[in-house]
Every structure is written in structure tokens, then in C-alpha cells.
DNA sequence: TGTTAGCACTCCGATCTTCCGAGTGCTAAT
DNA sequence: ATTAGCACTCGGAAGATCGGAGTGCTAACA
């Protein structure tokens, strides 16, 4: 962090002190903050013309902005970003917190498929903060093939079951080229079980490949067969609209910034078409911990209004997801900032393929 | 039909017309109906005047009613009520509609599960409304179990794998008493497949209490867990708040009469808590065709300004679940009720076991 | 008896005005 | 550099006005 922030001109410690009251008073109270009440709140001792002095300067930077000639100001996006990145200090999580949203997270991880999961998480996010969740369903690469079984199914199709890590179960209809019948699917996945079970689902869609080009030429029918038939089981899933889910999108009706029906509407589009949400998603996953996109940052028009806190989560130390919460710009970050950041990290842990 | 609608007095032949026309005029353009307007739009040589009595007993009898003193009517619930069931004739959908439908309906069907196929129906059934879908889960009572299978899990649990019909896997997590080993639970499988592959899960469900009773003498140890184990499996799983769908939600905050932020989001709220909701649907499951709630009478408070176009969808036969679409009072009865009954056919057209 | 023209009346909503308070920018004094 | 003072701006709330659409009622008419 920080980087954003950068202005061309240092501003004073006095300066800064005001933008941070004034944009937690913004906050807190939603109404653009004049001078006189920044000077009385900013705990300076200090007049009101001089705060305006001040609020010249900061408007001047574009870190404020007032409404119309008469009223306070409020914080531009800019502003926020500084807000956030320099002047805000987010204390963490009270431990009750962390432990109420810990027996949450658990309990939902309880024998839920991922899918279910991401919206049960998604809910809670929601929930606590009083906001819209989203959540990624985690990517399952990583993790390790317990068995596999097909079924026959009519025609040239067959039905793959794949089990995953104790949990999940995965199926998947696919194409066989031919009919298949119970006997040989079971000596298929008899093979595949005895060579790939334990293995995680990218390591033997890699083996798979590999052993196809290495070993053509001394292969088994069978061999041959239960590759190509694995392959086509173990295919990545196309990238799907379900991979992202979104709950709690009524709670941004209460917010007066979103008090416009057609902008309303927009925003609640753009949680239909879950592709952008997730490309604005991805965009964190390299950040370490919680990234934060302000109103237009996102490069997202119908969330102009709005911010995003989001945070990846990992599962033995690799990314497998992203969840974070929406609201509007005008958002308690210190609240949520460790929220989001706390509920990754439970997230993840909840995941870990148990002992 | 019929039922709802009848009145103490008889209503003249022309007094239900200018009805009609008054309903039909309000439902497109959405203003009060005046009598000079419905004098001219009813084709009959009549004068603003008269259609003015006309009113006045129309309004007596609860049928129509001024939002105030000089505006004109509106039709109020039981004048719909009136209006749809004995006025209102509805075009069968036109063959290419059908066709398109069907399509969709399909391709939505193909190797999808349940769930997602409810969400597939219910999204095709907001676009084509512009309004929003609603879908309940098939259930899978009536569908024939194709094959079951067991894997252990950690502690004293298991993994059941029901693949129901061809087409759907069910899976389960269930507490086993004590730790069982992959090849008894394989010969637990074997024997449940062996007896009970082919039959519905009800079927089943009442033949393993059955056969506990009857034969528990003469069980082999083997029997009895089996027996038990499938109880444990095919468990009817409890009703859950996913197992109704409601999708384009988005579509009705287009409408003028749900501009109102509150009422909006109360209904939005109304479509996250899918018990009330999966209630009222129950409620024509014994209809045999379209039934419809118009405002209040739902019985639920935020579905006040709209109605609920439903209809139950079967295979074999048998009701195994409900579709329907969610509009305010003011929708184009016809158009959406053809639309709501052929897609309850052709939903369960699709979900019919294939030969 | 049912229909119609005429008329007085009501009420909504759009438009305009007024008015107050909050807040600003600027200037001059400290 | 800070402050008090002051003229000015602007938004928004609270009336005031006004036209139009539509009504109910009455009296005349077929």
C-alpha cells in the first residue's frame, strides 16, 4: 500500500489530522462536514477560517470536495485512498469477533460442498458487516484425487464421479467416442485409482499428458483408454458464472447514497453478470492481504458508488480463492477492513484437508 | 377457476365489458382510467356519463376504486380476480414461442442437475416475462435409484453416492456408528444395488423399513447394516431454503409501482427467505393448472403490489415441483400465463427419464 | 327507466416564490 | 500564520398559485 497515495505536494501534519477527521465524521454521519464543526471536532485549537484555509489546500490536492458552493466537504476518491492507505490504523479483531465468525466459518465448512460453502461464507460475510459478501468458489487443483468411478450412461456418454479430498464430490457427463459398458468403466477406474489416487488434480492432468506422449508406444489398450478417459474426467472446468457468488445485496438498499432506483438497479445488474465481478476479483489475487478498490478505482462503472475490501484466501499456502465485501464508498474500513481480512484466513484454514 | 370470483349481483353484460376494457387499458399504460377514455377505447356508443354510473356500481361492489377524488379507476384485487377468471381469454403461445422455449428448456436440461436446472428454468423464465422466475427443485422422490456407493471417511463416517435417473448424483455424508472399511462398505453397496437398483427412492425408502421389520430374524449381519446404511443414505434430506430458486429479481425494479426504495427492498428481502415463499408455491401443487395470486392474496405482506403466476410441473404423472413467475398486479395476464403453463409442460417433459 | 349534457367541485401535481440557515471566500486586523 | 468579520451563494423546505383531469349530481330527454 501506499503507492496509490502519493501526492506531488507533502501535506502538513495538520492537514492530515483534518482529512482524518473530516472523513470519519463523513462516515460516520453521511453529511459533508463544514469547517466550523471540523475545527470543534478535530480537537485542535484551532478556528474555523483556519480549517477553511486548510480545506483550500486539500480541495485544491483533490483529496476533498464540496457538493455545491455552501456545503462541507466530503471526501473525493482520492481522498479515501489516502485516507486508507495513510491514515487510517486498523486495530484487530477482538478475539470474540474472530471466535463467533471462526465457529461460523466451521460450521458452514461442515460437510458442504465448495459451492455451497462460497454461499454460506458469502452470507456470512454479509451478515456481520451489514454489506453485500462475495465470494470466489475455491479452485480445486490443489487438491488431491481420493477415487474416481464411471458409470455408464446411454449413448456415448458417460458419467464421471470424482472424489475429492473427503469432501467433494464431483461428476462431470462426458463423452466416450463409444459405448462403455459397467465391467470395463470399473477396470478404467481401477487403473486410474491405483495410479493417480492421492495425487492433486493439476499433478495428474500433467501426468496424464505426459504419460500419453512418453509412453505411446508400449501401451496397453487399456492403458491407452483409461488415460484418454481421464483426461477428458479431469478437464478444467470452464471458468463459469457460479464461481463467484454474491449475497446480501439487499443490505445496500438501506445505504441513502443508493438511494436511486435506476442507480439501484444498475448495481444489482452488475451482480447478475458475475464475469466482471470476477475479473475485478482476480485483480487481487496477487496482492498478499486486503486490497481495496474505491468507487471508480474498480474501473467498474455501476459500482461507482461503491467500494470494494477484498482479500484472497489460500489453502496450504496457494490462492484458491477470493472473498470480500461491497458497500458503499461511504464504509466503516477500519470496521470492515479486518473482517474481510480475519474471514480469508478462516476461510482457508476451514479448507485445509483436515489431519 | 371461477370460484373466487363470484359476486352478490350479477354484472351486466356491458358492465363486464367496460371491466374488461378498464383492466386491460390500466394494465398497459398504468394510469387510473378515466371515464371519458373508457367511454372511447370501449367501441360501445355509449357517453362518459353513463360509463360514469357504470362506475359507481363497479366501485360499489369493490371491483375498481380511485386512488382519489378525481382521478380516474384502477381495478383493484378482486376486479383482477374478476377479470382473470372470467373475462380474460388466453391465446395458446404461438407454435415458434413453444418451440423456442422448448429449446431452451431443454439445452438447459441436458447434464445439468437439479438444482442447477431449476435455476436454468427460472432464469428463462424471467427473460421471457421480464419479470421475475421463480423454480422449486424437482424432488427425486419418484425417481428410480440407479446405482449407490460408499466411501469411508474419517471417524465414524461415511460417503454416499446415490446416482439417481441417468442423470443426477446425489451425495451424502453420513454417521456410521462405527468405522467401516472401503470393502465393506463395497459389499454394503453391492447388496443395496443388487436389490434395490430400478426402484424409486420412496420405493426403497418403505421396503428397507419393511424388510427391518419383517425379517429381522433370519438377517445375516450383513443384511442388517446394509439395511441400516441405506436408511442413512436415502434419508429424505430435510427441505431446504435452496430448494426454491428465484432469479431476475433485477427485472422488477423497472416497474413504476415498485419505485418506492422500501417497499423495494422489503420484497427483496421477501426473496431471500424462500420459506415463505416455497409455502405459498406449495399451495398449488393440488391445482391442476396455472394458479394465480393476485396481491394481498398471498397472504404475504411484501408480495403486496404483486402477483404470482405458478404452476406445477410433473413427471409421470406426478407433481414434483412448482414453477412460476413474479410480477407486480399490473402484468399482462395473458401473455405470462400461457408462458407459465407451457414451460411447467415442457419442464417436466424434459426432466421425464429418457428411454 | 336508462341515458345524456351541463356544471360546480375536488384534488393532484407542476411550477414558482419565498425564506432561512449553513457554509464559503475574501479582507483586514492581530 | 491565524483569526474575526462580512457579504455572498446555494440548496432545500414550506407555502402559494394554477391548470387540468375527472368526478358526482341534477335536470332534461328518449
Redesign the pocket.
Known sequence: MGVHGELQYPLSERAQHLLKVLVERYIREGE?V????LARESGL??????V??V??DL?EMGLVR?P??????VPTVRGYRFFIDSLLKVEPLAPGQVRRLQAEIEEAAAGSDPHELAERASGILSEVTRMAGVVTVPRTEFRSLRQVEFLPLSGNRALAILVVDEREVQNRVIETGRPYGAEELQRISNYLNEHFAGLTLEEIRNRLVQDMEETRAHMSRLMEEAIEMGRRALAAPPESEEDCVVSGETQLMGFRELSDVDKLRQLFEAFEHKRELLGLLDRCVRADGVRIFIGEESGYEPLGECSVVSAPYRVDGRVVGVLGVIGPTRMAYDRVIPIVDVTARLLGAALNPRA
Not at 485549537?45 to 483556519?50: H, K, N, R
Not at 455545491?68 to 466537504?73: E, F, P, V
Open positions: 459533508p463544514g469547517s466550523r464543526t485549537d484551532i478556528s474555523a477560517a483556519t477553511r484555509n480545506m483550500a480541495e464540496s455545491h458552493t455552501s456545503a462541507g466537504r
